[in-house]
């Protein structure tokens, strides 16, 4: 990112052991400064994996995870900084290579970078501070506890003098790194919990932030793969004559996933592509479309499954409730849509092999590179650029190992770009699901007992993705029952933004609004009883409740409807209010309360709150990914639309105060939105969606 | 292939490249300005807008051989310090997530400016629409839109 030089890219490992060696052995870890003056003076000094400090003043974070918009390089170095005392204003920050140093899986998924790094780098941050104060300490002559940090500076409190940090970080750089220095208070934060600017935003709004398809090398070729369009295919015959005619096309070069035309730019890559004559063997999947898909799951789901939940004996239950309620919910498969096509630049040689690639998977895209080149993971380097976007996509290294195969075959750098075609029919997408419920109540009309049967395709080991949303419920019904059956029709699937949360929450919040219009009970009254004992839920349900006006007149044809969800350590309750308009629902307003625990960068919260309601919202007004004979019809925006700035809600994130541990916030709003959506036009119009996305005829 | 000659961020330009190339892939490929993104190569994202003669233009859709004889601004060109009124309300409402579509909205919505002195939600709607965010920053854009008008209101810069 910020220091790292595009074209003519320095080896960072010759030139680290060039500089150490040069200086005497006294410099490690010297990196090049934000606009690469390089100069002796502006030497930087590594007091930890996480901090180093420039004898120009200039502090260095390291951000071992990666950009994808979420804030993650604003919101670690918060933590970083919290701790340091350093300036805010002389941070640099950089994306470190794959380290072990830097955690055994190094990448962002999950939410889970403000979780997993919430102690480890105040800690961080904490011992290069006290290297700080005990080199000034030395320097000084006095006792450690004169001394205190302060922005950029330790200050000697018995003389009051002070000297930078720069100057003390070639003889803090020297001392042994403390183990266990205590961590402050959280009443003695001044940045954590303080909105704070985003710190790569000046690189964002003039076209200088490199992301992973930007990024140039001398004598680079240009790639793009033809890949089968069934899923599953293998290539049967070719004949490449008329694209090597292509002017600027260079090579023709098959690979496992398909075949590469490499050209000397991108355009001609995709017109030499476009005249290649390929011949599938199209595969078993061929025979596989999106009705056949709900039809298996239909059935499926008419049959006892795997069971996922038990608590209480939900059939004894079933056979003895008052009512009993039954309903079928389906979702589509999605894709991901990153705004930034995938696309991998990759260089082997003989003994060594350099990637740079926007990843949500530094760790992952490694282990692909050294198993295509058969390298030791020490001769391969990841460089990690800023994303345009992952959602999960980009936690998958198969385009970088696309792109691996391509460079050792060609034995060129290479840069694969995905076109926004094969980004959205190769995609590894959020699964299509299928819930089939049936729920008791009992004769005051509050529920007793709760089934479901889930048909999925799951992934990632075990029920869990395919079932989450429905079986972890929070309420407190007698009687819980989830089963699952796992479908899998050969369509790639993966994680998606909230994953099993993006369809299960829709489906488990609007059935338990069935359950509340079963039972004549206000759905706000319904969660309030069956959350009697969950604090933080309930907490962040009357947050809502209160700023959304629970119960106010509306104007006519209006109507509020609640999505709940707690997902990646996070409780987040929203209240929709959405109307069907010219024949177009009409989204107006969505109050969310969100309970993350302590709100580490609270304009980042609401930025990420936001987010993840476009992104849900997206999904539920308009997201739907087909499958014919094997392969996906839609190909590009006009068949895969998302949200528009003229359909944007006014959003409110309300954050409840908290003081307990940060929970993630990445995906935290993505499922909530559907449901309270859908639930809102249930009280507009008295139609029940079931079924995504919303189609205006399903409300007439 | 004729040499094409144009105006690129106020210097003259000359390539040598295939007359149907589009200026998207000129530019980033061919001259390096990777600052114009690749979104759709439909003309349907916006993400690759820049300025053709003064009007917004889908790059990925314009044939190089087109812009002949014309004046093309990119991000890179649009000040040399970030200091368009645009660029400055951005910075002030912090509106880029991950910020690949940043430039295309950014262009827009300076093209959007030189027009309207005082855009209303409806004129930014219609200008922006086409402009797809997936990270959703479409609140904060609006904001800095309003913000960006008056800065360039109280600099004189628009009618
Ligand atoms: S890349 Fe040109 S409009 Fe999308
Ligand atoms: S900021 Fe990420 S697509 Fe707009």
């Not at chain 1, 204003?89 to 899986?105: L, S, W």
């Not at chain 1, 919260?605 to 476009?614: A, F, L, R, Y």
């Amino acid at each position: 990112m910020t220091s790292q030089l595009k074209g003519g890219q320095l080896n960072r490992r010759s030139f680290l052991r060039t500089t150490a060696a040069a200086a005497g052995g006294l410099i490690v870890g010297f990196q090049l400064p934000e606009t690469s003056r390089l100069s002796a003076e502006t030497a930087a000094l590594k007091l930890n994996a996480f901090v180093h400090v420039g004898t120009d003043d200039l502090v260095t974070l390291f951000i071992h995870k990666a950009e994808m918009g979420q804030g993650t390089v604003t919101s670690l170095s918060m933590l970083l900084a919290e701790e340091l005392e350093c300036d805010w204003k002389k941070i640099r920050t950089e994306f470190p290579g794959v380290d072990r140093e830097y955690g055994p899986n190094q990448g962002v998924v999950g939410s889970a970078s403000i979780r997993s790094s919430w102690e480890s780098l105040r800690r961080a941050g904490a011992a290069a501070r006290e290297m700080l104060i005990q080199a000034a300490a030395q320097r000084w002559g006095v006792d450690r506890s004169v001394c205190r940090a302060e922005n950029n500076t330790v200050v000697n409190t018995a003389a009051n003098t002070r000297v930078s940090y720069g100057s003390l970080a070639e003889a803090a750089s020297k001392l042994p790194v403390p183990a266990n220095v205590a961590l402050k208070d959280s009443k003695d934060f001044h940045l954590i919990g303080k909105p704070t600017k985003r710190l790569d935003t000046p690189a964002k709004v003039n076209g200088s932030a490199t992301f992973g398809i930007d990024v140039r090398l001398p004598g680079m070729l240009y790639a793009v793969i033809a890949r089968s369009s069934v899923f599953g295919g293998k290539m049967a015959g070719l004949d490449a004559s008329k694209a090597r005619l292509i002017p600027g096309v260079k090579s023709v070069i098959p690979v496992p996933s398909g075949v590469a035309v490499l050209a000397d730019n991108t355009w001609s890559a995709i017109e030499g592509r476009r005249a290649l004559s390929i011949m599938w063997n199209d595969g078993p999947v061929a025979s596989v479309s999106t009705r056949s898909i709900f039809q298996t799951f239909t059935e499926r789901t008419e049959q006892p499954g795997a069971v996922a939940r038990k608590t209480g004996d939900g059939d004894a239950a079933l056979a003895g409730a008052a009512k009993k309620i039954e309903a079928v919910y389906a979702v589509p498969y999605l894709a991901h849509a990153p705004m930034e096509p995938l696309n991998c630049v990759a260089h082997v040689r003989p003994d060594s092999c350099e990637v740079w690639a926007s990843t949500q998977g530094q760790t992952a895209a490694r282990a692909e590179a050294v198993r295509i080149t058969g390298l030791k993971p020490e001769a391969v380097q990841v460089h990690t650029e800023y994303m345009g976007g992952g959602f999960g996509r980009r936690a998958r290294a198969d385009y970088i190992g696309e792109a691996v195969e391509v460079s050792k075959a060609a034995g060129v750098p290479v840069k694969l770009t995905w076109t926004r075609e094969d980004d959205m029919q190769q995609d590894w997408y959020r699964p299509a699901s299928l819930a089939r419920f049936a729920a008791g109540l009992d004769a005051d009309g509050w529920p007793l007992v709760w089934t479901a049967r889930v048909a999925c395709t799951p992934f990632g080991g075990g029920s869990r993705t395919a079932v989450e949303g429905v079986a972890d419920i929070a309420y407190a019904i007698p009687h819980i029952q989830v089963e699952h059956h796992a479908v899998d029709p050969g369509i790639p699937v993966s994680y998606w933004r909230s994953v099993g949360y993006s369809q299960n929450t829709f489906f488990a919040e609007s059935f338990l609004d069935e359950l509340a219009a079963a039972g004549g009970k206000d759905p706000l009254e319904l969660r309030r009883r069956l959350l009697a004992n969950s604090p933080r839920l309930l907490a962040a349900l009357e947050l809502a409740a209160g700023k959304a006006g629970w119960g106010r007149k509306l104007p006519p044809g209006h109507g509020l409807g609640i999505g709940l969800s707690n997902n990646i350590g996070s409780n987040t309750v929203q209240i929709a209010e959405a109307s069907v308009e010219r024949g177009k629902v009409r989204v107006h307003r969505v109050v969310c309360a969100v309970d993350c625990g302590q709100a580490v960068n609270p304009a980042g919260v609401e930025q990420q709150i936001k987010s993840g309601i476009v992104f849900g919202l997206s999904a539920a007004l308009k997201g739907g990914i087909t499958i014919l004979q094997g392969h996906v019809v839609e190909g590009n925006f006009h068949q895969y639309d998302v949200l528009r700035i003229d359909e944007m809600p006014a959003v409110e994130v309300h954050i409840v105060p908290s003081q307990n541990p940060p929970g993630g916030i990445g995906e935290a709003s993505t499922p909530g939105i559907a449901p309270a959506v859908a639930n809102a036009l249930f009280a507009a119009t008295g139609k029940r969606i079931r079924r995504l996305p919303i189609r205006v005829q399903d409300l007439a | 292939m004729p040499a094409v000659r144009f105006t690129l961020n106020g210097k003259p330009q000359t390539v040598d490249v295939v007359p149907n190339m589009p200026l998207l892939w000129v530019l980033r490929d061919t001259l390096g300005l990777t600052g114009t993104k690749f979104g759709c190569g439909m003309a349907l994202c916006g993400a690759c807008t820049v300025h053709v003669n003064g009007q917004p233009m889908r790059s990925c859709a314009t044939p190089i051989s087109s812009i002949a004889g014309k004046t093309v601004t990119t991000i890179e060109g649009l000040s040399p310090d970030s200091t368009n009124p645009v660029q400055l309300a951005w910075i002030e409402h912090d509106v880029p997530q991950c910020g690949y579509c940043q430039s295309g909205q950014i262009m827009t919505a300076v093209a959007l400016l030189a027009k309207t002195s005082r855009p209303t939600d409806a004129d930014i709607d219609e200008a922006l629409r086409n402009n797809i965010c997936r990270c959703g920053t479409y609140d904060e854009i609006r904001r800095a839109i309003v913000r960006a008008a008056e800065i360039q209101r109280a600099q004189g810069g628009a009618k």
